[in-house]
C-alpha cells in the first residue's frame, strides 16, 4: 500500500505553485507579443498604402494617422518591457562600491520612485482621458477618429505600467522588510554590462541554433 501511494506522493512534490518569476516570464511574453503585433500590423498597413499609391495611385489616407497611434501605445508596452527587464537606465557608478545593504535601501528606493512616476502619469493620462471625453474630440485627419479609441488604449498601457511597477515596489517592500537583501539586490540590482553580453550572447545562440534547424 505504502509503494503504491510513493508515486503519488512524488509527482506531487514536483508540482510546484507558479512563482513570483514564472509570472514576470508569461508578462513579459504577453507584452512583447502584444508590441510585435502592433507594428507587424502596422508595416502591414504602410506596405499596402505603399503599393496602393505606386501601382494604383490611391491612398488609404490613415497610415500617418495609425502610425502615430502605434508608437504612443507601443511606447506605453515598451515601458512595462523594460521595466520587467531592468533595462531603465540608472546611474550606477558608485552603486557596486557600497555595502550590500546600502545597494539594497538603493534598489528599494529607485523601484519605489519609479512606482510613484509610473502613478503620477497614469494620473496625469486620465485627466487627458476625461477633457478628450468631456469635449469629444476627434482627430484632424481625414478619418476624423474619435480620439477615446486611441488614447483609451494608450491609458491602458499606462495603466498597466504603473500596475507593475507597483507590483515590483511592493515585492521589493516585502524583502527589504524580511531581511532578504540577497534577493532583492538579485531581483532589482542594475543590470551590468556582463549581464547584457550574458543575454546578447544567448539571444545569438538561439538566433543561430532556430537557422540551422530551418530547412
Request: aromatic share 8%.
Amino acid at each position: 500500500m505504502t509503494s503504491d501511494r510513493q508515486p503519488v506522493a512524488a509527482a506531487t512534490d514536483k508540482v510546484a505553485p507558479a512563482g513570483p518569476v514564472d509570472f514576470k516570464t508569461r508578462m513579459e511574453t504577453v507584452l512583447a507579443t502584444a508590441f510585435g503585433a502592433i507594428f507587424l500590423g502596422l508595416a502591414v498597413i504602410v506596405t499596402i498604402e505603399t503599393i496602393s499609391r505606386k501601382v494604383f495611385n490611391i491612398s488609404l489616407q490613415g497610415a500617418d494617422e495609425l502610425g502615430g497611434y502605434a508608437l504612443a501605445v507601443g511606447s506605453t508596452i515598451a515601458f512595462s518591457l523594460a521595466l520587467l527587464g531592468r533595462n531603465h537606465i540608472r546611474v550606477d557608478v558608485f552603486h557596486e562600491k557600497f555595502p550590500l545593504r546600502v545597494q539594497a535601501l538603493l534598489n528599494w528606493i529607485s523601484i519605489l520612485s519609479l512606482a510613484a512616476f509610473a502613478l503620477f502619469i497614469a494620473w496625469v493620462a486620465f485627466k487627458v482621458i476625461q477633457d478628450t471625453t468631456a469635449y469629444r474630440s476627434t482627430a484632424q485627419t481625414p478619418w476624423a477618429t474619435p480620439l477615446i479609441i486611441p488614447q483609451g488604449v494608450w491609458y491602458a498601457g499606462l495603466v498597466i505600467f504603473a500596475l507593475v511597477a507597483c507590483g515590483l515596489a511592493l515585492r521589493a517592500t516585502q524583502l527589504l522588510l524580511r531581511g532578504d537583501i540577497a534577493t532583492l539586490n538579485s531581483d532589482f540590482h542594475p543590470k551590468s554590462a556582463k549581464e547584457e553580453l550574458k543575454e546578447e550572447l544567448d539571444d545569438l545562440k538561439v538566433r543561430q541554433a532556430a537557422e540551422g534547424a530551418a530547412p
